[in-house]
């Protein structure tokens, strides 16, 4: 299905005329992506699960799933400060592994969730799809860049719409670092393993599904493990920004909030290995009840690089026709219907092309 791009600027009064039957729900929903905050450590024999956990979540829910690995512990090569702090105040006393979904103050195993299919079986995922059917009254774009020549700050611009009116403003923002593929030498790197059927003691036995099969067959001790999702720095984990939200707050009107998150903190030099590898993340809370309202996480651009132009789907540096055109190509190609976007295609950043961003590039061309 291609638009006749001959039709250029004629064909927009034909194209606003479609927003009148694009569904309000396409056009002023949000779509929710949820945080999982799992905290874990090398020491500790029983976070292997979790590692699992935080794998299948990232393959199944992509863009919607923002996992952050914390590595709590004394000893532990990974642990930052500040982040153990919050996991006092969420989860008191309640060790590794555990993990949070948007900061509700329920312990999930970051394995078996909430048990729903057995405790020795994969089942986190059914609580964090559960998460993400939740409405949501805000979204969070992110925009992240290294802010000098050095990589020695990333610039975190994030902007806030709500969808409701509000004299007061109970909401802050988060900004956190993660980096993948984090590995190291030495005992304190190696990844300690209870499921390992080499030990009598082991709990592989219990845990029988394909997902574990490499931690069973593995060593007590384990080498050469791969970390991925780790936090590396973080700017107000646990109560936000101050100032990040201002109040009022006036529906669909956004707000923009920049601040700089270090990698020269002493443990962030100590831990980032490959700064290619990192991702920022931007997360809003509620303030009066610590939850997640919504998040977004970003990759980091090069300092000096300008920002893309929102709507150019075609990357021809502006905004028309020929973007719809590209989404309505995009969209007849798509094997499932709204299935994860392509590229620029997904204009209004909900992880799926369909007639959502179609309306985001009228409103575009009609605002320009």
């Not at 291609?2 to 927009?12: C, E, N, V």
């Not at 982040?83 to 008191?92: I, R, S, T, V």
Request: hydrophobic fraction near 40%.
């Amino acid at each position: 299905m291609t638009l006749p791009l001959s039709l250029g600027r004629t064909a927009f009064p034909f194209l606003v005329s479609l927003l009148s039957v694009i569904p309000a729900s396409a056009q002023e929903s949000f779509v929710r992506r949820s945080v999982v905050e799992e905290f874990t450590g090398t020491w500790c024999g029983h976070c292997p699960r979790g590692m699992v956990g935080m794998e299948r979540l990232a393959e199944q829910f992509g863009d919607r799933f923002i996992g952050i690995a914390v590595h709590t512990g004394s000893g532990e090569p990974m642990a930052i400060p500040g982040y153990p702090d919050l996991q006092e105040q969420l989860l008191p006393g309640s060790g590794a592994p555990s993990c949070v979904i948007n900061r509700v103050a329920y312990k999930f195993d970051p394995y078996s969730g909430s048990g729903q299919r057995g405790a020795t079986h994969y089942g986190i995922d059914l609580d964090f799809a559960a998460s993400l059917a939740m409405p949501t009254e805000a979204k969070v774009e992110l925009k992240a860049q290294w802010d000098d020549e050095f990589q020695w700050d990333v610039r975190f611009t994030a902007t806030t719409t709500f969808n409701i009116d509000s004299s007061n403003a109970p909401y802050r923002l988060v900004f956190v670092l993660t980096e993948d593929g984090l590995t190291g030498t030495g005992d304190k790197w190696e990844q300690t393993n209870y499921f390992s059927l080499e030990t009598a003691s082991s709990v592989g036995d219990k845990y029988l599904d394909d997902d574990l099969a490499f931690w069973r067959s593995a060593p007590y001790h384990v080498p050469g493990v791969t970390y991925n999702h780790v936090a590396v720095n973080t700017l107000g984990v646990k109560n936000g920004i101050e100032g990040s939200i201002k109040a009022p707050i006036v529906s669909f009107e956004p707000q923009t909030y920049t601040n700089v998150v270090t990698t020269l903190a002493n443990h962030t030099q100590r831990l980032i290995q490959d700064k290619n590898r990192l991702t920022a993340i931007a997360i809003l809370i509620n303030t009066e009840s610590g939850e997640v309202v919504n998040a977004s996480k970003a990759t980091i651009r090069a300092f000096g690089e300008p920002d893309a132009v929102k709507g150019d789907v075609n990357g021809d540096g502006i905004v028309d026709v020929a973007d719809i055109s590209t989404i309505l190509t995009i969209m007849a190609t798509i094997a499932t219907p709204g299935a994860s976007a392509t590229g620029n295609a997904d204009v209004n950043a909900d992880g799926s092309v369909d007639v959502a961003d179609i309306s985001a590039v009228l409103t575009i061309m009609a605002n320009s």
